[in-house]
């Protein structure tokens, strides 16, 4: 369980730490910002990819051989990343290959944790569920404050240091998951067969709450900055913290507290519940007049978001748990869709409108008002894929 926890502040920085430079790659490397924007793109693709293929191969493999060597993958490209760029003649080039490598480590630990976990001797499945995917959260509130921290005190010059620095997690998580004791979800022969997968409507209804699960949490996190940067008039530095940093906390301390109360709560009703909240937090995002009280509803949609990607998984792992790893993998693959098509969403429809991220996140209410019908469905399915 802790290897697992570290895994997934592994996966905050893989996520969090390359946009804090984005603005200096720029200048110390002379990079167009389109040029940039594709540094997103090879890490989103490579993570989608690889949460295809781990379908395939994971079981083969096993477990612990795979997720070695998905935090070697992570640490060797954080810290290629401070290295490359200065060693070739080409620095685009050089982070492309760091980020690629980080990637493919990514893609691994996101679709491998969760069922480790859920393997995981507990009685509180849900609960440990929901813990683990708050220390993404907790990852993510690190590398900002942390880096922030650097920055101000080392000088954001010195950032490649910092890349070696971060490395130094991944890289010590490998050797733990070496000794730790790590179970099977399911054996690969006892494991419904992917056509068959494909054939369920339950399997179909998870990845549509896993679709909006991801839009949901990005539409806002990520434009989060950028909105409070406009609505606040307010630094970078400070935006980052007012905007993310916050959405993070907040999405963190809701994941901690379905942890601590689970057995007190119907899952399937919180989700719907966080799904309520989600849709008022756009709603005053969208149209609150006074900038702090839009900052609020953003703090209040990473509340609510809290539950609603490892509350998924929880009931995937309940009513499907034939799936196996494959089941997971999926899932990865359609939150991590959804992780892009919320933030795309919010961009392109804000865009449309003289960059007004207000009907942005107005737009991006389709997702949880979608995420509420699926609930309704799966209610109302009968079939499971059950061992």
């Known amino acids: ?26 200048k110390s490397f002379d990079i167009s910002l389109s040029r940039i924007s594709a540094l997103v793109t090879v890490n989103f693709c490579l993570q989608l990819i690889v949460d295809f293929i781990a379908a395939k191969f994971v079981d083969k493999i096993g477990y612990r051989v795979s997720i070695v060597a998905a935090h070697i993958f992570a640490g060797s490209g954080l810290a290629l990343m ?6 070739i ?20 630990i996101e679709v491998l944790i969760s069922p480790i976990v859920e393997a995981c001797p507990n009685d509180k499945k849900s609960a440990a569920m929901s813990l683990l ?21 080392v000088g954001i010059e ?27 979800l399911i054996e690969a022969e006892k494991a419904v067969p992917i056509k068959k997968l494909f054939k369920s ?22 434009w989060s900055s950028a909105f409070a940067e406009i609505g606040l008039n307010v630094s970078k530095t400070i935006g980052d913290l007012l905007g993310p940093c916050m959405f993070a906390v907040m999405m963190g301390i809701s994941r901690v507290f379905y942890a601590a109360m689970s057995t007190k709560l119907n899952l399937t009703k919180f989700i719907s519940v966080s799904c309520v909240f989600c849709i008022i937090s756009y709603l005053i995002a969208s149209f609150s007049p006074i900038p702090v009280l839009s900052l609020i509803g953003c703090g209040l949609c990473g509340l609510s978001v809290g539950i609603l990607w490892p509350g998924v998984f929880s009931l995937a792992a309940e009513k499907a748990s034939a799936g196996g790893t494959a089941m997971f993998a999926f899932l990865a693959l359609a939150g991590d869709l959804g992780c ?14 003289n960059d007004n991220l207000k009907i942005g996140f107005l737009a991006a209410l389709i997702f949880p008002i979608a995420l509420i019908i699926g609930i309704f469905f799966l209610r109302k399915c009968k079939n499971t894929l059950r061992i």
């Open 1 to 26: 369980m802790a290897a697992s926890f570290i895994g997934y502040i592994t996966q905050a920085i893989v996520n969090n730490f390359a946009p804090l430079l984005f603005v200096t790659f720029q």
């Open 82 to 87: 401070g290295i490359l760029p200065f060693k």
């Open 89 to 108: 003649s080409n620095p685009y080039f050089g982070l492309i290959i760091a980020i690629a490598c980080y990637a493919i480590g990514g893609g691994i």
């Open 133 to 153: 995917h708050s220390f993404y959260c907790w990852g993510h509130v690190a590398v900002i404050l942390f880096s922030t921290l650097f920055f101000v005190t």
């Open 158 to 184: 010195k950032w490649q240091l910092l890349a070696l620095i971060w490395s130094i997690i991944p890289f010590a998580n490998a050797i733990y998951f070496c000794f730790v004791p790590i179970n099977t």
């Open 201 to 222: 409507k339950l399997f179909w209804i998870f990845i549509l709450l896993m679709l909006c699960a991801g839009a949901s949490e990005q539409g806002m996190s990520q």
């Open 340 to 353: 892009s098509s919320g933030p795309t969403l919010v961009g392109t429809v804000s865009g449309i409108f």
